[in-house]
């Protein structure tokens, strides 16, 4: 049987990342001890607040369909969440309400994208990028930021990049595996290129407030961008509500139109009660968010002193979210070698970073998403396998 020429441009690497993970779920089932950290699902409890409100919700009978572009009450609650955060103005009709940031970053790109266009991603990149270009018929563009230099924009690389056919910039500041957050002047340099070549900036932002030492800019904000730029967020990180599926974009009220109607066709409007539990998390922050944020922060200097000095290792250690990631070329091994043998060998799984692109090859990504304790033993096994690998 015949099937359509996006099964191939939804596929490709990044869809293949996963294999060490799945391999770990596998053993974690058959009750083997093994530390789960290759993904990005923090182990903090939805804070209580929010799941009362949800259930309140329920019991009061809003279970029927909700506005397809979101509630009111939430797309008022994100539009001041946004103007906090951005340090801009934000209006509700700007709100489009999606099923997560991976859904709101695919709508953009279907909204914005045809076949022909290019897209111009920095990488690291998230590994569902290549799929949500390529869903859309566009062409991705990836620019390296070398490691180097923390993995910072290679500003000329990125202003080389762009041709006739480029049609936009997407961009995940706070990164995404890297932790990175793009300076004030990046981001100017960015917003420069955008409006001189007319081009719309995708932005991702859903690490914005897990930002440690240095503050997050959001593009939105820098002249000229309002209104070229749809900005996509989520509750899934900052409020630990990865499972409740609850993301938005924020983009020009024209833009906000197309995506509604694509809501319409696609999702018919998310549940009204877990919408009821995202505005009050939003309204009325629980204290549990700080704690989780200054718990990840603990967790990240933990990571990075227990394998401060390890032969054969390296760290970038992250200015925002809740990754590390560790080079182990100096092992001589490759990442899914080196993450291969870990598993096998001593029970941790790290997800290898070559999915995300060239500058990431020979990295792993260490989740923060397990207790001190747990982290601290990762930590040991990890240094373990790197000295009988290095010892070979």
């Known amino acids: 049987m015949r099937f359509s020429s996006l099964t191939e441009r939804i596929g490709g690497e990044g869809s293949r990342a996963w294999e060490i993970h799945n391999r770990a779920m596998t053993r974690v089932r058959g009750g083997e001890d093994v530390i789960l950290l290759s993904i990005g699902d ?120 762009v041709t006739p056919q480029t049609r936009a910039i997407l961009l995940n500041t706070p990164n995404n595996p890297t932790g990175t957050v793009l300076t004030a002047d990046e981001l100017a340099a960015v917003a420069d290129l955008c409006s001189r070549h007319d081009l719309w900036l995708i932005s991702d932002e859903v690490y914005a407030t897990l930002t440690f030492e240095r503050d997050h800019v959001s593009p939105c904000a820098l002249p000229g961008m309002a209104e070229r730029t749809v900005t996509v967020n989520s509750l899934s990180k900052s409020h630990a509500m990865t499972g409740w599926r609850i993301g938005w974009t924020v983009s020009p009220p024209e833009l906000t139109v197309h995506l509604g109607n694509l809501a319409l066709c696609m999702h018919y409007g998310c549940p009204g009660f877990i919408q009821d539990a995202a505005a009050a998390g939003l309204d009325n922050a629980p204290a549990e968010i700080a704690a989780m944020k200054a718990e990840l922060m603990a967790r990240r200097d933990l990571v990075c002193d227990r394998l401060d000095g390890v032969a054969g290792l390296e760290y970038l250690k992250p200015d925002a979210g809740m990754f590390v990631m560790l080079d182990v070329r100096g092992t001589g091994t490759t990442a899914f070698e080196f993450a291969s043998g870990l598993l096998e060998s001593y029970g941790v799984s790290l997800l290898p970073a070559d999915a995300f692109g060239q500058s990431a090859r020979g990295h792993l990504r260490i989740g923060l998403c397990s207790d001190q304790d747990t982290l601290a033993e990762a930590c040991r096994r990890i240094v373990r396998h790197t000295e009988a690998v290095m010892q070979r």
């Open 42 to 161: 923090p182990d903090f409890d939805t804070p209580p607040s929010i799941v009362d409100s949800c259930v309140a919700s329920l019991r009061a009978g809003n279970t029927h369909y909700s506005a397809i572009s979101g509630d009111p009450a939430l797309r008022a609650a994100i539009a001041r969440h946004h103007a906090a955060v951005a340090g801009v103005p934000c209006s509700p009709d700007q709100v489009v309400v999606f099923h997560g940031a991976q859904n709101a970053l695919f709508s953009a790109a279907i909204c914005l994208l045809d076949r022909g266009d290019d897209v111009i991603v920095p990488e690291p990149m998230y590994v569902t990028y290549e799929a949500v270009v390529g869903a859309s018929g566009a062409r991705m563009v990836p620019v390296p930021c070398p490691r180097e230099a923390g993995f910072h924009l290679d500003l000329d690389a990125l202003a080389a990049a």
